[in-house]
């Protein structure tokens, strides 16, 4: 694969009147739905992704964003 899916992924509230609210669905089934509707976008980043997924990812994300100086006046 030259691509993976790994990030954020925002949706519509239209996007979800296909799944049906009384059993669990997969999330990949969906993202296959708006795809082959053409409601699909997608962005290739070049830079690092930093994940909050995990206590590690989170800690090692707000290390980054302390190093860039965000909120500093």
Same mark, same amino acid.
């Given at each position: 694969?030259?691509?993976? +899916?790994?990030? *954020?992924? %925002?949706?519509?509230? $239209?996007?979800?009147?296909?799944?049906?609210?009384?059993? =669990?669905?997969?999330?990949?089934?969906?993202?296959?739905?708006?795809?082959? +509707?053409?409601? *699909?976008? %997608?962005?290739?980043? $070049?830079?690092?992704?930093?994940?909050?997924?995990?206590? =590690?990812?989170?800690?090692?994300?707000?290390?980054?964003?302390?190093?860039?100086?965000?909120?500093?006046?």
């Amino acid at each position: 694969m030259k691509f993976i +899916d790994y990030g *954020l992924g %925002g949706f519509t509230a $239209k996007a979800f009147e296909r799944v049906t609210a009384d059993h =669990a669905f997969d999330l990949a089934e969906l993202y296959g739905e708006v795809l082959k +509707d053409r409601e *699909l976008a %997608g962005m290739e980043m $070049k830079q690092r992704f930093y994940e909050i997924g995990s206590p =590690a990812g989170l800690e090692e994300t707000a290390r980054f964003i302390a190093s860039q100086g965000v909120g500093k006046a």
